[in-house]
């Protein structure tokens, strides 16, 4: 790609979000080694699937890997639900608090095959 436009624009939205290349690996369901060919912009091929499932993980929209403006985070909007839970894990230590986000995304991942 021409000024490696995508790969720039994915690093920036993972770094945004505090995000490493093993997490979004792990998110996406990618290899840390795709994720980092894909950013330094060396990916001989990039599969739809592939963005779809950063996207997903990043919580944007496909489009904005191919925007040359800066992106910027994109506002979530909390049902109530998640908003109690996120109170409730605010509460916790970091520790707790990712252990029970972990485990919840391993469900999350069951229930979704």
Request: net charge neutral.
């Amino acid at each position: 790609m021409e000024d490696n436009i995508l790969g720039r624009n994915i690093s920036h939205e993972r770094k945004q979000q505090n995000m490493t290349q093993e997490q979004l690996a792990e998110f996406s369901d990618l290899t840390v080694n795709y994720l980092s060919k894909i950013e330094r912009g060396i990916a001989k091929k990039v599969s739809a699937e592939s963005l779809y499932r950063i996207a997903q993980a990043l919580n944007v929209s496909m489009e904005s890997f191919f925007s040359k403006e800066e992106s910027t985070p994109q506002e979530l909007k909390k049902g109530p639900y998640q908003k109690q839970l996120a109170n409730y894990l605010s509460t916790l230590e970091v520790d707790k608090t990712e252990a029970i986000c972990k485990h919840l995304l391993e469900v999350l991942k069951l229930s979704a095959k």
